[in-house]
């Protein structure tokens, strides 16, 4: 009975996350086109990093409470998912995705460098706070970069024409309801690992990662149907690589993360070809159906490999 009940409160948890995450993402999708921001920029940017606040939420308060290893692997599991699952889904839902080329000229190396340095700054085993001040210095980079871009976008014709102070009510409710659900995300998990003896690596792998991941995927879904490419990609460009600069960074100012045997010899490893692939599908400028269930086919590796079927 424990353990059905911490279950249900992880699954109750992870909804109230991706709940707030999304909230707070739509208002603040809103705020950014109104002041005249490109579509790119707001999906790279304000939608991307906010829409990673429950993979920092979780990273950070579980860094606090102890968990060192916690936080590298809710970032492998959430990129490898981001690039993998919600590529694929948001391919097949339009069929071809459009990228910009400005992303293969520019933010497609960006990301590269990054995830590249990311796999560097972990490969001994651990990740500190000098790591995380050269991230810091990446994404300040990265933000500036992008924050620069006065490329006219065509996918904010329908951009608010009045801004609303409730709206800033309404991100502010978001992002405490981020931290409070993330808080019973943390005791949740901690209990299973508990009940049923299981690596916590492998829960953190598969029910955090995804779960915390399910806001890029309702954007960057949402957005494809609505044709809006350019928020779409640059959702998943820029959750990726906050994900690698910062959502570990911040909690390793507290204390020095470490990684898993398990996630060295396996998981970085996937992490790699994920990153690969995901660099090779958008390549040409655009992303097929059958180059999204390619990744499909990867991601379903990566799960039977966690959880012990190859």
């Known amino acids: ?45 304000i ?8 993979e920092l939420a979780t ?82 980079l990265y933000i500036f ?31 405490v309801g981020i931290f409070i659900w993330a808080k019973y995300t943390i005791e949740s998990v901690t209990k299973l690992w508990e009940l049923l003896d299981i690596s916590p690596s492998i829960i953190t792998m598969l029910a955090v990662a995804i779960g915390t991941s399910l806001p890029e995927l309702i954007i960057s879904v949402r957005s494809a149907m609505a044709w809006k490419h350019s928020i779409a990609l640059g959702n998943i460009f820029g959750s990726n690589t906050f994900n690698v600069l910062a959502v570990v960074g911040v909690p390793s100012l507290f204390t020095t993360l470490t990684v898993s045997d398990s996630a060295l010899q ?12 995901f660099i090779f599908t958008t390549s040409d400028n655009t992303i097929q159906k059958w180059e999204g269930m390619a990744l499909l086919i990867l991601y379903s590796t990566f799960i039977a490999n966690i959880i012990g079927w190859m």
Not at 2 to 9: E, H, K, S, Y
Not at 22 to 44: C, N, P, R
Not at 153 to 173: G, Q, R
Not at 266 to 277: N, R
């Open 47 to 54: 939608v991307a990093i906010w829409g990673s606040m429950p």
């Open 266 to 277: 396996i998981w970085v490893p996937f992490f790699i070809v994920a990153t690969l692939g």
């Open 1 to 45: 009975m424990d353990i059905l009940l911490w279950g249900v409160v992880l699954v109750i948890a992870l909804f109230g996350l991706v709940k707030s995450a999304d909230y707070f993402t739509l208002w603040a999708e809103k705020f950014g086109l109104y002041f005249g921001m490109s579509s790119f920029i707001v999906g790279a940017t």
């Open 145 to 175: 970069y992008t924050l620069s871009d006065t490329t006219d976008d065509e996918e904010n014709a329908n951009s608010p024409k009045e801004f609303k102070t409730i709206w800033m009510v309404y991100i502010l409710c978001g992002i």
């Open 59 to 140: 990273s950070l308060l579980s860094a606090l409470d102890g968990k060192t290893s916690f936080a590298v692997d809710n970032v492998i599991g959430s990129n490898i998912a981001n690039t993998l699952l919600i590529w694929w889904i948001s391919a097949i839902t339009v069929w071809t995705l459009t990228v910009k080329k400005k992303l293969i000229d520019v933010d497609l190396p960006f990301f590269f460098i990054s995830s590249a340095l990311f796999v560097l700054f972990i490969s001994d085993g651990i990740f500190n706070y000098k790591e995380w001040i050269i991230s810091l210095v990446m994404l300040v």
